[in-house]
């Protein structure tokens, strides 16, 4: 059981270019979620998905898309990297009020 | 949509003094009320909840405290150890989402 699982670990991007973060939890919860986490500013949703086939925006979603690919999966997609998009990002799932997060993505975009 | 404030930013104690973090939140609808502890480098962890039906928790040196009137909560850690050392995030939900404050440094000196 491994719970909520990210990938990548760590990234570097050139500004301009694309990629997917992906997120697959086995604890069979509908609700997933991406946040994305800067400095003195706490965690931010940018996506969520509360069930599969559905998406909804959050705080922070321009520049953003997301996929809910089935009950385990949900993508977080930057079509074109800008450095405003440098943060840490967490996909977390819930059930119920429980949230569980994965251990982070460390995107630097330059 | 719902706004989570968090005092203060920075927390620094004495080893065996206790440490209060205070969060008010706008919208009277939420009705649960979770705190993440996060160290360095990993995810956030849940370490107490509170639901709108109830004003105090306690589990072992911690507590939370709910005032709905005033819409306003706290994480109270009694006799800090070293190991206490983190960031702390409130946070406020409303059904599918989860609201962050900025999160408050506390640091531990022995």
């Known amino acids: 059981n491994a719970g909520v699982t990210q990938t990548p670990k760590f990234q570097v991007l050139k500004t301009g270019q694309s990629m997917t973060l992906q997120c697959a939890q086995d604890?069979?919860?509908?609700?997933m979620y991406w946040y994305r986490q800067d400095p003195g500013m706490g965690l931010r949703l940018i996506y969520y998905?509360?069930?599969?086939?559905?998406?909804d925006k959050g705080e922070v979603p321009n520049g953003y898309n997301v996929s809910r690919l089935n009950k385990r999966e949900f993508s977080l997609r930057l079509e074109s990297a800008a450095p405003s998009q440098t943060s840490v990002y967490f996909c977390?799932?819930?059930?119920?009020?429980?949230?569980?997060f994965g251990s982070g993505t460390r995107l630097t975009v330059v | 949509g719902e706004n989570v404030e968090q005092h203060p930013s920075t927390l620094s104690v004495q080893e065996g003094d206790s440490a209060v973090i205070k969060c008010t939140y706008s919208?009277?609808?939420?009705?649960?009320f979770p705190w993440y502890k996060q160290e360095l480098g990993k995810r956030p962890q849940l370490i107490i909840d509170?639901?709108?039906?109830?004003g105090e928790k306690k589990d072992q040196r911690i507590a939370v405290t709910l005032n709905k009137t005033a819409k306003h909560f706290s994480l109270h850690i009694t006799e800090t150890q070293p190991e206490d050392s983190a960031v702390y995030f409130c946070a406020a939900s409303k059904g599918n989402k989860l609201v962050f404050g900025a999160g408050t440094i506390l640091r531990v000196k022995s």
């Open positions: 604890m069979n919860h509908n609700s």
């Open positions: 509170i639901r709108s039906n109830v």
């Open positions: 919208d009277s609808a939420s009705n649960y």
């Open positions: 977390a799932s819930r059930v119920g009020e429980g949230y569980t």
């Open positions: 998905s509360a069930s599969e086939g559905t998406t």
